[in-house]
């Protein structure tokens, strides 16, 4: 027995020992590579973006690299941003704040202010994956402002879209708003369609915790434009846009259209990318049981699909999902059980707890008071997250109202300095021309000799354009005519025809149809009448576009910039006539209840963006429609452009280019 027992402990011995020579050699490889650099440390850092290799190996690999690179701080910024990003990806982010700290620690002391942003910005990303989400803001808010002081606009922007979903998370929903408006001004001209889309979503989410539903229906409008265009350039996921979608499904729940919801959340359904994202497939089924509910409490479909939700979330250990379905079901059987709500209230309670969900704890333990007597402790609770919710927003709103007066007297120091540099420019202007007369004078006769080459060649072009311009002045004016004439000839005597008619006989019939006549003359004459292009034309331009979008919402941007006196009176023409055929395209096909007309001035060009939500229409029916047809030729003969953006069922958008 004893020598069994030997044999055994010996056995075990040299397996432990070729257990660790085997570990030895691997270590001695890792080691060996390092020494005999067999590996570049490019190679070590292409190694740690291997996503088929274990998290915990491509951590070993950006190590390496960290080690071999320890002399060189641009290295060391390019291995610490790696390693943090894959410490997020492993779900330490404890450890991802602490590199990231690392990584602000050296940016600063290099005075290296580009870093110091991008690390700012990971401190806030790993606080607000430990749900702290007061500092994650003030990261964030330092960022946007290290990004605007150095004119990237675009980071900015993205920042404070960051900051106003973290607003909107603890319930400020005033303050996201402010936010994200701002953000919308940053960087409405750029094409960051992705941000600009995410700003839209969340004035509308603002919109609707406010009730104005009205107005979030609006702005979840203009997520969906921009969200489509988005994912059309690969820019964002398609199950992102389809969350907007969810979001409109919601809006119209709260507004009790009912159909219109469940209708929108069963097309979601059959989408083939929903049912590969179980967190978002859940989210859709778990919406549609609790809106159907809603429509009809003894709907049959809403307790499985409430339930189904509820047992995939748990699946997918998907917090947020299991607060959302049990909050859900705690309303579903509020009314006709109220053990089983109150089971479903501090359920929903536990999670939000575990997740640190403010706005979560609040509403569950809204639920618990309605559905238990003695709430001593809850009470208490809610009292506690309650005032934590109101000094998380009054900190946040006082950072962000901080940080835009910095702004704002960063830009006028700004200013004072560039008048100041100006100033000493002409000084010294003045002085080199005491010193440099003869050749100033050497410099004035090329110029002369550029400038009348420059005046020839001109001259010859511009002939060429007057004789352009006479043609497309000779048409408005013909069309004018035209449409005097037609109104008293054709207009009168159909109305004096009309008046012969009444003192004979009753013939409504007729009498309907020449007066049906007499005021499509009329509305002809209107539409294709002459311009005012003096010192009323923008009042005139409003008045017609309100006129043709009477039954529309029609919001115009940008006019305000526009100096609409240094607009010739041919390119005001050109624009009013483009715009009313648009409009008037609109009003006959389009079915549009939303109407956006942006202006925007260039050096050379006055833009212009005409939107509708309307049907739209095919690139075959754009080729017929012989208004549209109209627009481009009037645009041509001035030497405009203009670009129509058109999918059927999915809106219109024409682009416009007005010379000055």
Known sequence: MKHLDMSSSFFICMVFLLYGLSSYAQIEKIEGNHIDSSLTTDQYFNLSKNK??????????????????????????????????????????????????????????????????????????????????DISFKYYNEGFTIFKKIGDSASAGKNLLSMSNIQKSTGDFIGSKITAIDGLKLIENSEDLKTISGFYQVISTAYREEQDLKNSLIFNDSALINGKKAVALKKIKEIDFLKIKNTRANIYADLKKYPKAISILNTLLKDSILTKEPKEFARVIDNLGFIQWQENKTNSQSKPLLQE??????????????????????????????????????????????????????????????????????????????????????????????????????????????????????????????????????SLTLLGLFFLYYYLRQRTKRLKEEKKTETLEAIYNTEAALSRKLHDDFGGKLNHAMLLLQAKTGTTEVLNIVDGLYNQSRDFSREINDVDTGSNFKDFLFAMMGNYAKNQKLIVTGSTDVDWSKISSLSKKTLFKVLQELLINMQKHSKANLVTVSFRKSKKLLKVTYADNGVGASDEELHFKNGLWNTEKRIEAIGGTIIFDSEKGHGFQAQIGIPN
Do not use: C
């Open 52 to 133: 088929k290799l274990p998290i915990k190996e491509r951590l070993s690999y950006i190590d390496i690299f960290l080690e071999n690179v320890k002399d060189v701080d641009s290295l060391i910024y390019k291995g610490w941003m790696r390693k943090t990003v894959l410490l997020s990806n492993g779900k330490q982010y404890d450890k991802a704040y602490y590199f990231s700290q690392r990584l602000l620690d050296l940016a600063t002391k290099n005075g290296d202010t580009l870093y110091i942003a991008k690390a700012l910005n990971k401190l806030a990303l790993y606080s607000r994956l430990q749900d702290q989400l």
């Open 309 to 442: 939700a509820l047992k995939i979330r748990k699946e997918e250990n998907d917090t947020s999902g299991l607060i959302a379905s049990n909050i859900h079901l705690a309303r579903y059987y509020f009314d006709n059980n109220k053990s089983k709500a109150l089971h479903y209230a501090k359920r929903a309670y536990f999670h939000a707890q575990n997740k640190n969900s403010l706005l979560a704890i609040k509403e569950s333990l809204g639920l618990i008071f309605d559905l238990e007597k003695k709430v001593t402790f809850e009470a208490k609770a809610y009292k506690t997250v309650d005032d934590k919710i109101r000094r998380i927003n009054q900190t946040n709103r006082g950072i962000y109202d901080a940080t835009k007066y910095a702004n704002d007297r960063l830009l006028a120091d700004n200013q004072a300095k560039e008048k100041q540099v100006l100033q000493q420019q002409n000084a010294l202007l003045k002085s080199k021309n005491k010193n440099n007369m003869l050749l100033g004078i050497i």
